[in-house]
C-alpha cells in the first residue's frame, strides 16, 4: 500500500509544532495589509498578525490558493509515490478547494476534501485524518471519511466586538456603534460552510452561557474529543471551558489553536470558542 500524507492550507491554524508531531504539510496561505504581502507562518506570524490588525486602519486581505500553486505542490508530495489527502478551507468561503480539485484532476493519487469549515474546525479535521492515516487507511477512504465528518463538526465562538465586522463589511456602522455601546457579543459558528452569527448576547458572561446551550444541542462523539480555540486571549477561553465543563467533562481536550489571519481578520483579538464532532 503506498504511503498516505495528510496536507491542509494554512487556515487550519495548526501550529508548526504540533503540524510536525502529526506529520502534516502546512500549505501556507498569503494575507495583504494593503501592498504588503505576507505569507501566514512563514514570513507573518499570529502575534505579528494581530498586532498590525489593532494599529492597520484598512481591513487587511487573504488570497486564496491558486490550481498551479497547488498541482506543483501535489506533484512534488507523490513524487516517492505516496498518495495525498489535501484537507482545504470551506469552498463557501475561498476558492481554494475549487483549485485543489482542478489541480487534483492533473495529478494522480491525489483526494482533495473541502472541509466545510475554517480555523479549529479545520484542524480537528486534520486531527482526525492523521488517526485514519496512523490505522492504515487509504487515501481514498480517508477523504470519503472526511466528507462524512466535516457535516458533523460543531464549531461555536463569540467575539468581543464588531468592529473588524464593521470594517470588513459583515455588518453596518450603526450596528456596530449599537453594539459597542450596548456590549454585545457576538456568537458566530459555521453552517453548510459558511461562518454565520447565530445569536449575541450582553456581555462575555452571557455569551459564554449561550455557547454551552448550543454545543449542549448535540451530543460529542468521544472518538474525536473536543478542541478550543482563541485569539490571543487566553483567559477568554479559560472563562468559556469554565462554562463548558459540564458538556466537555469526560471527554479527551485536542490541544488549543490560537486563531489566525484569515478568521481573526473579521474578529480581531479576544475571540474564544469550542469545536466538536457531533454524534452521528
Known amino acids: 500500500m503506498n504511503m498516505v ?7 487550519c491554524d495548526l501550529s508548526a509544532r504540533e503540524a510536525e508531531q502529526l506529520g502534516v504539510t502546512i500549505i501556507p496561505m498569503s494575507i495583504s495589509f494593503g501592498d504588503d504581502v505576507y505569507l ?61 480539485a482542478l489541480a487534483a484532476s492533473e495529478v494522480n493519487g491525489v483526494y482533495p476534501v473541502d472541509s466545510l469549515n475554517a480555523t479549529f ?38 467575539i468581543p466586538s464588531l468592529k473588524y465586522l464593521v470594517r470588513g463589511g459583515r455588518v453596518s456602522a450603526a450596528a456596530g456603534v449599537i ?22 448576547a450582553r456581555g462575555k458572561a452571557a455569551a459564554c452561557r449561550e455557547i454551552a446551550r448550543l454545543a449542549g444541542m448535540d451530543e460529542i462523539d468521544p472518538e474525536y474529543g473536543v478542541a478550543f480555540a482563541h485569539a490571543k486571549d487566553r483567559q477568554a477561553l479559560a472563562e468559556l471551558k469554565t462554562h463548558l465543563e459540564p458538556l466537555i467533562s469526560g471527554h479527551k481536550e485536542s490541544a488549543e489553536i490560537e486563531v489566525g489571519p484569515v478568521i481573526g481578520t473579521h474578529t480581531g483579538s479576544g475571540a474564544a470558542g469550542i469545536v466538536f464532532i457531533a454524534k452521528p
Open 40 to 100: 501566514q507562518g512563514v514570513n507573518l506570524s499570529t502575534d505579528e498578525f494581530y498586532e498590525k490588525l489593532s494599529k492597520s486602519q484598512i481591513s487587511p486581505t487573504t488570497a486564496q490558493l491558486t490550481p498551479y500553486d497547488l498541482e506543483m505542490i501535489y506533484r512534488e508530495e507523490t513524487a516517492d509515490g505516496s498518495e495525498v489527502v489535501a484537507i482545504h478551507l470551506s469552498s463557501v468561503l475561498s476558492g481554494t478547494y475549487n483549485s485543489a
Open 5 to 11: 500524507k495528510i496536507l491542509s492550507d494554512s487556515t
Open 179 to 200: 453594539g459597542g455601546v450596548l456590549n454585545i457579543c457576538p456568537i458566530i459558528g459555521v453552517r453548510d460552510g459558511a461562518v454565520v452569527t447565530l445569536g449575541k
Open 121 to 158: 474546525g479545520i484542524a480537528i479535521l486534520v486531527r482526525a485524518a492523521t488517526k485514519l492515516r496512523d490505522r492504515g487507511k487509504s487515501a481514498a477512504e480517508i477523504a470519503e471519511e472526511l466528507t462524512v465528518l466535516s457535516k458533523r463538526v460543531r464549531l461555536y465562538a463569540h
